[in-house]
C-alpha cells in the first residue's frame, strides 16, 4: 500500500523516534550498517502511520444538490489476502478481466460475505497493543468496480466514501488519489484530470486493521470493508463547497435569527438563501431576524424547506430554528430545560453487519418514537449521513459523536493512549473536525462528543477547542474525564442512582481543583450510558427517572444499548438464532457482552423497551381508587395534550363492560389537570374483579405511526381479591405404595407429588436459585462481595439443594377433613446450611391445596446463610406438554420485581412458546408477576393454579436444560412442562454493566408462608 511518504527507515514512516530503544535504534545497534530486504516495508509503514488520510479534499457539510451524481453502490470484484505482505503488485488497480477476482457487494462488510470470520471484543484489542503497528495477520481486500462517466462529469468531479474500515487506498484509472483514516467518516477525493469520459476503474485496498485502529476500539464487531455508500459527484465551476446554517431562535421575541454561510474553495460564495414559505430572499452571509419563527425541538421538529443557490449549483437544505444553552445548570433548548429519554445506538445488521439499509435505519427510528424515545447518542461514531435527516425530521435530540475509543489501553494503565500523545494530535483533531462538519447543519444536533472511553490527554483538550472555535453553538460532551475541564456538560456511566442523587442536589464528593470543581458544578448531568440493557432486565429504571424529574439539573440517560449486536446463523433445523463472541473462533473475544440491547438485532421489542416505554411516558395519569376520574400531568417540554385522545374502558372478568372516551382541555407542557370519568363506572363493573385504564392515544396519523397509536396510560382495579383456600374435606387415603388425597395422589414412601387427576406429576420441590442471568453473572460495582451472584449462589450450592426426607404424617383438617405433611430439610453437599420446607396438602375433593412453609436452618460462622437467594417457590413438573397459558394478573410480557413497569393487571392467553424470551443467550426470563389465577392447556387435560399473587413462569424443558444452554437451538422441549410457582423473586439490577439489585428488590434469605391450589379436569 504505497500511500504515505516513505523513507529508507521503516521507523521514521511509521512516526516512531529513534531514541534509545527505538526499533530504529535497535536495528542500527545490531545490523548496522543494513539493507532492506523487506518488499513489503512501505505498506507496512504506511498502515503503521498514525498520519490523518492523505489526499482527500477539505471536510465539508453533506450536501443534497441539484449537482449530478453517479452511485457505485453495486457488484465489485474482490479479493481477499491473509496480509499485506500476501498481497500481489500485479497491475489490478487497472480493472479488467480479472478470473482470481469473485464478487462482492459494496457497501458490505465482507466477513459476512464468507470471507473471513468476524471478530467481537469490548475493550482488549485483538492484536497485540505495540501502537502503531498493526499484526501481520491482518486481512486485506482489493476492490475495483468499473463504471462510465458522463459528460455531466466534466470538468470536475469528486469520489466520495462514506465509510471503510479501516483503512482504504484509492486509485482511479490506475491513479493513486490517496487514503482513508476514521472509518466512520466521509473521505473525498478530487478526481478532476483523472477521471476520463466512458470507462473508468475506481480500486480500493481496504485493510481490516492499521494504526486507526488503535483509536477505534469501540464495543462492537470488527467488519472489515467499504460498508458505506461511495459515489461520483460533479463540482460544477460555480458550484458550493460547503454550507454552514445558523438558525437561532430567540424564545423571548419568538424571532429566528438567520445566517447561512456559503463558500467555494475555502472563500465566501456568492449565494442567495430562499425560504419560499417564509417569502425570504437573503445574500449568503447576511443575518436576518425572522418575526413568528415555529422553533424545531424533537416533540415539535418543524422544518422550513430551503435552498442555498449559487450560479452553477443549488443545495436543498431543512432549516430547523432552535437554541441550545446552559444556565443555572441546566440543559435548556430554547430557554426551556429538557429531559433526554434516550438510548445508545450502534449500527449493526444480523446478515449485513455494518450495513445497514435505509429502510431498516428509518423502521428503527420509527419504533424508537413510538416508545417514547427523543434522544440518541450516536454510540461510538458519526453514523451514516442519512440518519440526521431522518432524525431532524422525525425529532430526536442527537448526541453525535466523533470517531474515537482507545479503551484497549486502559489494562495497561492507559501507557501509550493516543489522546495523550503528541504525535496523534493532527488525527485526532482532523477526525473531530469531519465530524462537526459533515453534519453541522442539524438541527437534531444538540451536542458534539469527542468519542468515548479514550482516556485522558491534551488531544481531547485540543479537539474541544477547535470545535468550540468552529461551532460554538453547541455544548461539547465527553465523559471519560471526570473533571470535565474541556466539556459543557457533565457526564458518567452507570452512576448508580444514590450517587445520582448526590450529583442532581449538587453535593457530590468535591474535586481536588477548587476551580474546576466549581465550574462542574456549574454543569448539567447526563448519564451517557446506564440501565445496561443486557439479557433480562435493565432493573431500576423507574428510580433513575424519578431523580431526573426531581432534580433540573439531570438531564436525563440514554440506555446501553438500542440494538443487540447478534450476528444470525441458521440451525440445521432451518431454525435462524443469534450468535455472539466466541462463535466465530476468536483468540480474544468478550462473548456475549456484545447481544445487550432494547431490541435484538431484527429490531424486535424486548420486555426491557416495553417497560422503558412506560419509564419515560411523557404524561402522567393517576386514575383515582374511586373512579371518579384521573389526574393528567404532561411531561412534555414543549407540546400540549391537543394532540391527543383520552380513552377509558373497563374491564371485568376479562370481559369489556364499559368504556368511551373522556373531554379532556389542552393542557400545557408541565401542567397538571384533574379530570372527571363517567359516574357509576364502578358500580357498573358489579363484584367481579375488575380493570379501569385510562389511554392517551394520538388523534392524527404522524410521520411515525398511525393515529390512536398510544402515548401513555394509568390504571386501577377493584374487587381483586385472592380466593380463599377450598375447605379441607378429604381424607388421607392408603392405596398401595400410594396416598391419595382428594384428586392428588404422592409416592408414600417419599412423599413427592406424582399424579393431579389423570395426569403424571414428577414431583413438586422448593426452589432458591434460578439460571442466572446476564446481570447475575455480572460483578456489581460497588458491592463489598466481588463475586458475581451467579457465582455466591454456585460456591453455596444454591443449585444443587437436595431434599431429605423428615417425615410424613396426617393430621385433621379444620374444615373435617385431613391434612397431609410433608416436611423435608433441603441443603447442599458440604454445606452446614439449608432450610426447612414443610408442605401441608388439603382437599375439598376436587382441588387439592398446598400450604408451604420455609425456614433456613444451620449456620455459617453463626452468621445463617452466607448468600442472597434468587427466589422462594416451587417446580411443579408436569407428566404433559402445555399448549397455552391463561393468566389473571400481570401481562402480557414477563416482570420481575424491579421490572414489569410496562405491564398491566389483564386477562392474557398466550401459547407456551410465546412465554418465553428468546435472549440470544438462554437465561432466566418468562416470569409473569402478580398472578392470582392461571390455566394451563395440557395434551392430558386443564390444570388450574390460584393462590396469593404469585409470579408464574411455565416452560416445555427443564432447568437444568435452561442453565446448560448457550445458544437458543439447545432448548429442545421434552414432552414435559415445567412450572414455577415464585413467592418470591431477586430483582435483576444491571450488573451486568453497573450497579446490582436496589436493596428494596433484593432477597435476603428468610422464612416464608404461601399457599396454592391446584385444580385438574380430564381432556375429552
Given at each position: 500500500?504505497?500511500?504515505?511518504?516513505?523513507?529508507?527507515?521503516?521507523?521514521?514512516?511509521?512516526?516512531?523516534?529513534?531514541?534509545?530503544?527505538?526499533?530504529?535504534?535497535?536495528?542500527?545497534?545490531?545490523?548496522?550498517?543494513?539493507?532492506?530486504?523487506?518488499?513489503?516495508?512501505?505498506?507496512?509503514?504506511?498502515?503503521?502511520?498514525?498520519?490523518?488520510?492523505?489526499?482527500?479534499?477539505?471536510?465539508?457539510?453533506?450536501?443534497?444538490?441539484?449537482?449530478?451524481?453517479?452511485?457505485?453502490?453495486?457488484?465489485?470484484?474482490?479479493?481477499?489476502?491473509?496480509?499485506?505482505?500476501?498481497?500481489?503488485?500485479?497491475?489490478?488497480?487497472?480493472?479488467?478481466?480479472?478470473?482470481?477476482?469473485?464478487?462482492?457487494?459494496?457497501?458490505?462488510?465482507?466477513?459476512?460475505?464468507?470471507?473471513?470470520?468476524?471478530?467481537?471484543?469490548?475493550?482488549?484489542?485483538?492484536?497485540?497493543?505495540?501502537?502503531?503497528?498493526?499484526?501481520?495477520?491482518?486481512?486485506?481486500?482489493?476492490?475495483?468496480?468499473?463504471?462510465?462517466?458522463?459528460?455531466?462529469?466534466?470538468?470536475?468531479?469528486?469520489?466520495?466514501?462514506?465509510?471503510?474500515?479501516?483503512?482504504?487506498?484509492?486509485?482511479?484509472?490506475?491513479?493513486?488519489?490517496?487514503?482513508?483514516?476514521?472509518?466512520?467518516?466521509?473521505?473525498?477525493?478530487?478526481?478532476?484530470?483523472?477521471?476520463?469520459?466512458?470507462?473508468?476503474?475506481?480500486?480500493?485496498?481496504?485493510?481490516?486493521?492499521?494504526?486507526?485502529?488503535?483509536?477505534?476500539?469501540?464495543?462492537?464487531?470488527?467488519?472489515?470493508?467499504?460498508?458505506?455508500?461511495?459515489?461520483?459527484?460533479?463540482?460544477?465551476?460555480?458550484?458550493?463547497?460547503?454550507?454552514?446554517?445558523?438558525?437561532?431562535?430567540?424564545?423571548?421575541?419568538?424571532?429566528?435569527?438567520?445566517?447561512?454561510?456559503?463558500?467555494?474553495?475555502?472563500?465566501?460564495?456568492?449565494?442567495?438563501?430562499?425560504?419560499?414559505?417564509?417569502?425570504?430572499?437573503?445574500?449568503?452571509?447576511?443575518?436576518?431576524?425572522?418575526?413568528?419563527?415555529?422553533?424545531?425541538?424533537?416533540?415539535?421538529?418543524?422544518?422550513?424547506?430551503?435552498?442555498?443557490?449559487?450560479?452553477?449549483?443549488?443545495?436543498?437544505?431543512?432549516?430547523?430554528?432552535?437554541?441550545?444553552?446552559?444556565?443555572?445548570?441546566?440543559?435548556?433548548?430554547?430557554?426551556?430545560?429538557?429531559?433526554?429519554?434516550?438510548?445508545?445506538?450502534?449500527?449493526?445488521?444480523?446478515?449485513?453487519?455494518?450495513?445497514?439499509?435505509?429502510?431498516?435505519?428509518?423502521?428503527?427510528?420509527?419504533?424508537?418514537?413510538?416508545?417514547?424515545?427523543?434522544?440518541?447518542?450516536?454510540?461510538?461514531?458519526?453514523?451514516?449521513?442519512?440518519?440526521?435527516?431522518?432524525?431532524?425530521?422525525?425529532?430526536?435530540?442527537?448526541?453525535?459523536?466523533?470517531?474515537?475509543?482507545?479503551?484497549?489501553?486502559?489494562?495497561?494503565?492507559?501507557?501509550?493512549?493516543?489522546?495523550?500523545?503528541?504525535?496523534?494530535?493532527?488525527?485526532?483533531?482532523?477526525?473531530?473536525?469531519?465530524?462537526?462538519?459533515?453534519?453541522?447543519?442539524?438541527?437534531?444536533?444538540?451536542?458534539?462528543?469527542?468519542?468515548?472511553?479514550?482516556?485522558?490527554?491534551?488531544?481531547?483538550?485540543?479537539?474541544?477547542?477547535?470545535?468550540?472555535?468552529?461551532?460554538?453553538?453547541?455544548?461539547?460532551?465527553?465523559?471519560?474525564?471526570?473533571?470535565?475541564?474541556?466539556?459543557?456538560?457533565?457526564?458518567?456511566?452507570?452512576?448508580?442512582?444514590?450517587?445520582?442523587?448526590?450529583?442532581?442536589?449538587?453535593?457530590?464528593?468535591?474535586?481536588?481543583?477548587?476551580?474546576?470543581?466549581?465550574?462542574?458544578?456549574?454543569?448539567?448531568?447526563?448519564?451517557?450510558?446506564?440501565?445496561?440493557?443486557?439479557?433480562?432486565?435493565?432493573?431500576?429504571?423507574?428510580?433513575?427517572?424519578?431523580?431526573?424529574?426531581?432534580?433540573?439539573?439531570?438531564?436525563?440517560?440514554?440506555?446501553?444499548?438500542?440494538?443487540?449486536?447478534?450476528?444470525?446463523?441458521?440451525?440445521?433445523?432451518?431454525?435462524?438464532?443469534?450468535?455472539?463472541?466466541?462463535?466465530?473462533?476468536?483468540?480474544?473475544?468478550?462473548?456475549?457482552?456484545?447481544?445487550?440491547?432494547?431490541?435484538?438485532?431484527?429490531?424486535?421489542?424486548?420486555?426491557?423497551?416495553?417497560?422503558?416505554?412506560?419509564?419515560?411516558?411523557?404524561?402522567?395519569?393517576?386514575?383515582?381508587?374511586?373512579?371518579?376520574?384521573?389526574?393528567?400531568?404532561?411531561?412534555?417540554?414543549?407540546?400540549?395534550?391537543?394532540?391527543?385522545?383520552?380513552?377509558?374502558?373497563?374491564?371485568?372478568?376479562?370481559?369489556?363492560?364499559?368504556?368511551?372516551?373522556?373531554?379532556?382541555?389542552?393542557?400545557?407542557?408541565?401542567?397538571?389537570?384533574?379530570?372527571?370519568?363517567?359516574?357509576?363506572?364502578?358500580?357498573?363493573?358489579?363484584?367481579?374483579?375488575?380493570?379501569?385504564?385510562?389511554?392517551?392515544?394520538?388523534?392524527?396519523?404522524?410521520?411515525?405511526?398511525?393515529?390512536?397509536?398510544?402515548?401513555?396510560?394509568?390504571?386501577?382495579?377493584a374487587n381483586v381479591r385472592v380466593a380463599p383456600v377450598p375447605a379441607a374435606t378429604s381424607a388421607v387415603q392408603v392405596d398401595g405404595g400410594l396416598l391419595r388425597l382428594g384428586p392428588a395422589a404422592f409416592d408414600r414412601a417419599t412423599g413427592s407429588l406424582v399424579r393431579l387427576g389423570d395426569t403424571a406429576v414428577e414431583g413438586l420441590r422448593l426452589l432458591l436459585w434460578r439460571a442466572p442471568t446476564d446481570n447475575d453473572l455480572g460483578a456489581e460495582w460497588g458491592s463489598p462481595d466481588p463475586r458475581?451472584?451467579?457465582?455466591?449462589?454456585?460456591?453455596?450450592?444454591?443449585?444443587?439443594?437436595?431434599?431429605?426426607?423428615?417425615?410424613?404424617?396426617?393430621?385433621?383438617?379444620?374444615?373435617?377433613?385431613?391434612?397431609?405433611?410433608?416436611?423435608?430439610?433441603?441443603?447442599?453437599?458440604?454445606?452446614?446450611?439449608?432450610?426447612?420446607?414443610?408442605?401441608?396438602?388439603?382437599?375439598?375433593?376436587?382441588?387439592?391445596?398446598?400450604?408451604?412453609?420455609?425456614?433456613?436452618?444451620?449456620?455459617?460462622?453463626?452468621?445463617?446463610?452466607?448468600?442472597?437467594?434468587?427466589?422462594?417457590?416451587?417446580?411443579?413438573?408436569?407428566?404433559?406438554?402445555?399448549?397455552?397459558?391463561?393468566?389473571?394478573?400481570?401481562?402480557?410480557?414477563?416482570?420481575?420485581?424491579?421490572?414489569?413497569?410496562?405491564?398491566?393487571?389483564?386477562?392474557?392467553?398466550?401459547?407456551?412458546?410465546?412465554?418465553?424470551?428468546?435472549?440470544?443467550?438462554?437465561?432466566?426470563?418468562?416470569?409473569?408477576?402478580?398472578?392470582?389465577?392461571?390455566?394451563?392447556?395440557?395434551?392430558?387435560?386443564?390444570?388450574?393454579?390460584?393462590?396469593?399473587?404469585?409470579?408464574?413462569?411455565?416452560?416445555?424443558?427443564?432447568?437444568?436444560?435452561?442453565?446448560?444452554?448457550?445458544?437458543?437451538?439447545?432448548?429442545?422441549?421434552?414432552?414435559?412442562?415445567?412450572?414455577?410457582?415464585?413467592?418470591?423473586?431477586?430483582?435483576?439490577?444491571?450488573?451486568?454493566?453497573?450497579?446490582?439489585?436496589?436493596?428494596?428488590?433484593?432477597?435476603?434469605?428468610?422464612?416464608?408462608?404461601?399457599?396454592?391450589?391446584?385444580?385438574?379436569?380430564?381432556?375429552?
Amino acid at each position: 500500500m504505497p500511500v504515505e511518504p516513505t523513507t529508507s527507515s521503516l521507523s521514521s514512516a511509521a512516526g516512531r523516534g529513534a531514541g534509545p530503544g527505538s526499533e530504529a535504534a535497535v536495528r542500527q545497534a545490531v545490523h548496522a550498517p543494513e539493507r532492506i530486504l523487506d518488499v513489503a516495508a512501505e505498506q507496512v509503514a504506511a498502515l503503521a502511520s498514525v498520519a490523518p488520510p492523505r489526499g482527500t479534499t477539505p471536510a465539508r457539510a453533506y450536501l443534497v444538490s441539484d449537482a449530478p451524481r453517479l452511485p457505485l453502490n453495486g457488484v465489485w470484484k474482490f479479493r481477499l489476502h491473509a496480509g499485506i505482505r500476501q498481497a500481489p503488485h500485479d497491475g489490478w488497480q487497472s480493472g479488467g478481466d480479472r478470473p482470481d477476482f469473485g464478487d462482492l457487494p459494496v457497501p458490505s462488510s465482507w466477513p459476512m460475505h464468507g470471507h473471513g470470520t468476524p471478530w467481537y471484543t469490548n475493550v482488549q484489542f485483538p492484536f497485540a497493543v505495540e501502537p502503531p503497528h498493526v499484526p501481520d495477520a491482518n486481512p486485506v481486500g482489493d476492490l475495483f468496480v468499473e463504471f462510465e462517466a458522463g459528460p455531466e462529469y466534466f470538468p470536475s468531479a469528486l469520489i466520495r466514501f462514506d465509510g471503510i474500515e479501516s483503512a482504504g487506498t484509492v486509485w482511479l484509472n490506475g491513479t493513486l488519489l490517496g487514503t482513508t483514516r476514521g472509518s466512520r467518516l466521509a473521505h473525498e477525493f478530487d478526481a478532476t484530470g483523472v477521471l476520463v469520459p466512458g470507462r473508468n476503474v475506481l480500486a480500493v485496498q481496504v485493510a481490516q486493521f492499521s494504526a486507526a485502529s488503535y483509536v477505534e476500539d469501540q464495543d462492537m464487531w470488527w467488519l472489515p470493508g467499504i460498508f458505506r455508500d461511495v459515489t461520483l459527484q460533479a463540482r460544477p465551476s460555480e458550484g458550493l463547497d460547503d454550507v454552514f446554517v445558523h438558525a437561532d431562535y430567540d424564545h423571548r421575541s419568538g424571532e429566528g435569527i438567520l445566517r447561512v454561510e456559503a463558500s467555494r474553495a475555502g472563500q465566501p460564495a456568492a449565494a442567495v438563501v430562499r425560504i419560499p414559505e417564509l417569502g425570504l430572499e437573503v445574500p449568503a452571509g447576511e443575518e436576518r431576524r425572522l418575526p413568528g419563527i415555529e422553533p424545531w425541538s424533537a416533540e415539535l421538529p418543524r422544518l422550513y424547506d430551503a435552498t442555498v443557490s449559487t450560479t452553477g449549483e443549488t443545495a436543498s437544505v431543512q432549516l430547523g430554528f432552535r437554541t441550545i444553552s446552559i444556565e443555572d445548570a441546566q440543559f435548556k433548548v430554547n430557554g426551556q430545560r429538557i429531559l433526554l429519554r434516550g438510548v445508545n445506538r450502534h449500527e449493526h445488521h444480523p446478515k449485513l453487519g455494518r450495513v445497514v439499509p435505509r429502510e431498516v435505519m428509518e423502521s428503527e427510528l420509527r419504533l424508537m418514537k413510538q416508545h417514547n424515545i427523543n434522544a440518541i447518542r450516536t454510540s461510538h461514531y458519526p453514523p451514516h449521513p442519512d440518519f440526521l435527516a431522518l432524525a431532524d425530521q422525525l425529532g430526536f435530540y442527537v448526541v453525535l459523536e466523533c470517531d474515537l475509543e482507545t479503551h484497549g489501553f486502559e489494562q495497561g494503565g492507559w501507557q501509550q493512549n493516543p489522546s495523550a500523545d503528541p504525535q496523534w494530535q493532527q488525527a485526532l483533531v482532523d477526525r473531530m473536525s469531519r465530524t462537526v462538519e459533515r453534519d453541522k447543519n442539524h438541527a437534531s444536533v444538540v451536542m458534539w462528543s469527542l468519542g468515548n472511553e479514550a482516556g485522558t490527554g491534551e488531544n481531547l483538550a485540543a479537539m474541544s477547542s477547535w470545535t468550540k472555535l468552529r461551532d460554538p453553538s453547541r455544548p461539547i460532551h465527553y465523559e471519560g474525564d471526570w473533571s470535565s475541564a474541556h466539556v459543557d456538560v457533565y457526564s458518567r456511566m452507570y452512576a448508580s442512582q444514590a450517587e445520582t442523587e448526590l450529583i442532581g442536589r449538587g453535593v457530590e464528593p468535591p474535586l481536588d481543583d477548587a476551580d474546576l470543581d466549581a465550574r462542574r458544578r456549574a454543569m448539567p448531568f447526563v448519564l451517557c450510558e446506564y440501565v445496561h440493557a443486557m439479557g433480562n432486565g435493565p432493573g431500576g429504571m423507574s428510580e433513575y427517572q424519578e431523580l431526573f424529574h426531581r432534580h433540573p439539573r439531570l438531564m436525563g440517560g440514554f440506555v446501553w444499548e438500542w440494538l443487540e449486536h447478534g450476528i444470525t446463523r441458521t440451525a440445521p433445523d432451518g431454525q435462524e438464532y443469534f450468535v455472539y463472541g466466541g462463535d466465530f473462533g476468536e483468540e480474544v473475544h468478550d462473548g456475549n457482552f456484545v447481544t445487550d440491547g432494547l431490541v435484538d438485532a431484527n429490531r424486535v421489542p424486548r420486555p426491557g423497551l416495553l417497560d422503558f416505554k412506560k419509564v419515560i411516558e411523557p404524561l402522567t395519569i393517576d386514575v383515582a381508587a374511586d373512579w371518579s376520574g384521573f389526574s393528567l400531568t404532561n411531561r412534555f417540554d414543549f407540546a400540549d395534550t391537543s394532540g391527543l385522545e383520552f380513552r377509558y374502558s373497563v374491564e371485568a372478568d376479562g370481559v369489556t363492560v364499559d368504556g368511551g372516551p373522556v373531554d379532556v382541555a389542552p393542557v400545557a407542557p408541565h401542567e397538571s389537570a384533574d379530570l372527571r370519568l363517567p359516574a357509576g363506572l364502578l358500580e357498573r363493573a358489579g363484584l367481579a374483579p375488575a380493570v379501569l385504564t385510562v389511554r392517551a392515544v394520538l388523534k392524527e396519523d404522524a410521520a411515525w405511526v398511525d393515529a390512536g397509536h398510544e402515548v401513555a396510560w394509568g390504571q386501577k382495579s377493584a374487587n381483586v381479591r385472592v380466593a380463599p383456600v377450598p375447605a379441607a374435606t378429604s381424607a388421607v387415603q392408603v392405596d398401595g405404595g400410594l396416598l391419595r388425597l382428594g384428586p392428588a395422589a404422592f409416592d408414600r414412601a417419599t412423599g413427592s407429588l406424582v399424579r393431579l387427576g389423570d395426569t403424571a406429576v414428577e414431583g413438586l420441590r422448593l426452589l432458591l436459585w434460578r439460571a442466572p442471568t446476564d446481570n447475575d453473572l455480572g460483578a456489581e460495582w460497588g458491592s463489598p462481595d466481588p463475586r458475581p451472584v451467579a457465582t455466591q449462589w454456585l460456591d453455596a450450592g444454591l443449585n444443587r439443594m437436595h431434599a431429605r426426607l423428615v417425615g410424613i404424617s396426617s393430621r385433621p383438617a379444620a374444615g373435617g377433613g385431613d391434612e397431609l405433611v410433608v416436611r423435608t430439610r433441603v441443603a447442599a453437599a458440604g454445606k452446614q446450611f439449608g432450610v426447612l420446607a414443610e408442605y401441608a396438602w388439603t382437599s375439598d375433593g376436587s382441588s387439592v391445596s398446598v400450604r408451604t412453609t420455609v425456614t433456613p436452618d444451620g449456620s455459617w460462622v453463626n452468621a445463617g446463610w452466607p448468600v442472597p437467594w434468587a427466589r422462594i417457590g416451587v417446580e411443579l413438573v408436569m407428566g404433559s406438554a402445555a399448549k397455552s397459558v391463561e393468566w389473571f394478573g400481570q401481562g402480557p410480557h414477563h416482570s420481575y420485581p424491579d421490572t414489569g413497569q410496562g405491564t398491566r393487571l389483564g386477562w392474557y392467553d398466550l401459547p407456551l412458546k410465546d412465554l418465553d424470551v428468546e435472549y440470544v443467550r438462554p437465561q432466566e426470563s418468562g416470569a409473569r408477576s402478580g398472578v392470582y389465577s392461571a390455566a394451563l392447556e395440557l395434551d392430558a387435560g386443564r390444570l388450574t393454579i390460584g393462590g396469593e399473587p404469585f409470579a408464574l413462569t411455565v416452560r416445555p424443558y427443564s432447568l437444568a436444560a435452561l442453565e446448560a444452554a448457550t445458544h437458543r437451538p439447545d432448548l429442545i422441549p421434552d414432552g414435559r412442562t415445567y412450572v414455577y410457582l415464585d413467592h418470591a423473586v431477586l430483582g435483576v439490577g444491571t450488573a451486568a454493566c453497573g450497579p446490582g439489585v436496589l436493596e428494596g428488590y433484593r432477597l435476603a434469605p428468610r422464612e416464608a408462608d404461601f399457599s396454592l391450589v391446584f385444580g385438574v379436569t380430564q381432556s375429552t
